[in-house]
């Protein structure tokens, strides 16, 4: 009943920046806290930025500087700026929210995009 459709990777060169989206769509009452993860080939899965439905932020130190996470609650969608990219940030980016719906109306946090690549080449 509820989907998240991300958009925005691509290739770019060192130093480039990109602007990932992720909007949710269905049966959606509430949506809490949005977050961004990425997965590097053969790596762990890792956090790398969450905001809270009322905007509070958190990061991973290695994009601290240089990651802006945002939402729009209009439109059901988080975005992330990344700027000065660097090769170490070549992954599959997925998003996940935290989900009340229509029927529920209580909150799940297993709802996750489909992944959009970013690559970084050198």
């Known amino acids: 009943q509820v989907q998240l459709v991300e958009s925005g990777g691509g290739l770019v060169q060192a130093g480039g920046s990109l602007r990932l989206s992720c909007a949710a769509s269905g049966s959606i009452f509430r949506i809490g806290a949005m977050t961004w993860y990425r997965q590097a080939s053969g790596k762990q899965r890792e956090l790398v930025a969450v905001?809270?439905?009322?905007?509070?932020?958190n990061y991973a130190e290695s994009v601290k500087s240089r990651f802006t996470i945002s939402r729009d609650n209009a439109k059901n969608t988080v975005y992330l700026q990344m700027n000065s990219l660097n090769s170490e940030d070549t992954a599959v980016y997925y998003c996940n929210a935290v989900i009340a719906t229509t029927q529920t109306l209580h909150f799940r946090s297993d709802y996750w995009g489909q992944g959009t690549q970013v690559t970084v080449s050198s």
């Open positions: 905001i809270l439905s009322g905007g509070s932020t």
